[in-house]
């Protein structure tokens, strides 16, 4: 089982990123998916989550609307959009998998996190 990120780095405030988050190993449609984060010397929060068909989603309050999370179920991918980004949103950003379906129910999986920073 692999979730393998992609996508982050440096970026000056008001920028963009995409992350990408590559599953293999498991079947990707039985689980939702979610990106998590964790800042230095705080701990992992939820940022963005998306059920296994992307039929639903929802945000943390400080990324709705700048941030979009989407999955693409052929490709065995989810992705987060980061827009407008602050200082603030600095983090290692990690990909995370639930299953969500029976066999997999409970189940769960971690990337490894990509960092993203936010700073002039």
């Known amino acids: 089982v692999q979730l393998v990120e992609s996508g982050g780095g440096l970026v000056q405030p008001g920028g963009s990123l995409r992350l990408s988050c590559a599953a293999s190993g498991f079947t990707f449609s039985s689980f939702a998916m979610s990106w998590y984060r964790q800042a230095p010397g705080k701990e992992r929060e939820l940022v963005a989550a998306i059920t296994r068909a992307g039929g639903s989603t929802n945000y943390r309050d400080s990324v709705k609307g700048r941030f979009t999370i989407s999955r693409d179920n052929a490709k065995n991918t989810v992705y987060l959009q980061m827009n407008s980004l602050k200082p603030e949103d600095t983090a290692v950003y990690y990909c995370?998998?639930?299953?969500?379906?029976?066999?997999?129910?409970?189940?769960?999986?971690w990337g490894q996190g990509t960092q993203v920073t936010v700073s002039s």
């Open positions: 995370n998998a639930v299953g969500d379906l029976v066999p997999f129910y409970g189940v769960q999986y």
